[in-house]
T-cell receptor, first 114, second 110 residues
Framework: DAGVIQSPRHEVTEMGQEVTLRCKPI?????LFWYRQTMMRGLELLIY????????DSGMPEDRFSAKMPNASFSTLKIQPSEPRDSAVYFC????????????FGPGTRLTVT | AQSVTQPDIHITVSEGASLELRCNYS??????LFWYVQSPGQGLQLLLK??????LVQGIKGFEAEFKRSQSSFNLRKPSVHWSDAAEYFC????????FGTGTKLQVIP
């Protein structure tokens, strides 16, 4: 059974460029989470969805960041324009609403903005 | 604010020695509590979880954790550490929106 799938695994881009990170949650999971991990700030929740609807985006750093979930099997996190301080590992996680709230993480996308 | 706290940033243990990683929570009621492990370059993997019932929870890879309401703690333990246990460990807790601790890096020496 496939876990959470993220693409790309690595992304190197120049400052000012648009970056799109992709996530496919585990089939049947109705919660999807986007996290950012850095040495300085640890693991930060950016936004999460329930049944494709954004529930809490209070962690999104600024308007340059946006996330969408057009259907139950796909989500994107977009940064436009990107800045060097956006360099981090971005994780997607999913969970099922069985009152368990345990999350299953993807392998992450390592983003480097030069 | 509702949160979990991991007071130890880095811990070093000898292979074969016992391990205890600390986690304290701050919630109005008993939250769902979890421990995750992250190996270098990988995502987080769930080790174990606590919702209610038996306060001693068994997880994968020989780990266990004990929920202590009186101490607001959910410490992770392992009787004998293996070199492959070297990783970063995260405690998390909450309800619909969980928060993660800052992590504890475990180093295992021969």
């Amino acid at each position: 059974d496939a876990g959470v799938i993220q693409s790309p695994r690595h992304e190197v881009t120049e400052m000012g460029q648009e970056v799109t990170l992709r996530c496919k949650p585990i089939s049947g999971h109705d919660y999807l989470f986007w996290y950012r991990q850095t040495m300085m700030r640890g693991l930060e929740l950016l936004i999460y969805f329930n049944n494709n609807v954004p529930i809490d985006d209070s962690g999104m750093p600024e308007d340059r960041f946006s996330a969408k979930m057009p259907n139950a099997s796909f989500s994107t996190l977009k940064i436009q324009p990107s800045e060097p301080r956006d360099s981090a590992v971005y994780f997607c996680a999913s969970s099922s609403n069985g009152a368990t709230y345990e999350q299953y993480f993807g392998p992450g996308t390592r983003l480097t903005v030069t | 604010a509702q949160s979990v706290t991991q007071p130890d940033i880095h811990i070093t243990v000898s292979e074969g020695a016992s391990l205890e990683l600390r986690c304290n929570y701050s919630y109005g009621a008993t939250p769902y509590l979890f421990w995750y492990v992250q190996s270098p370059g990988q995502g987080l993997q769930l080790l174990l979880k606590y919702f209610s019932g038996d306060t001693l929870v068994q997880g994968i890879k020989g780990f266990e954790a004990e929920f202590k309401r009186s101490q607001s703690s959910f410490n992770l333990r392992k009787p004998s550490v293996h070199w492959s246990d070297a990783a970063e460990y995260f405690c998390s807790g909450g309800y619909q929106k969980v928060t993660f601790g800052t992590g504890t890096k475990l180093q295992v020496i021969p």
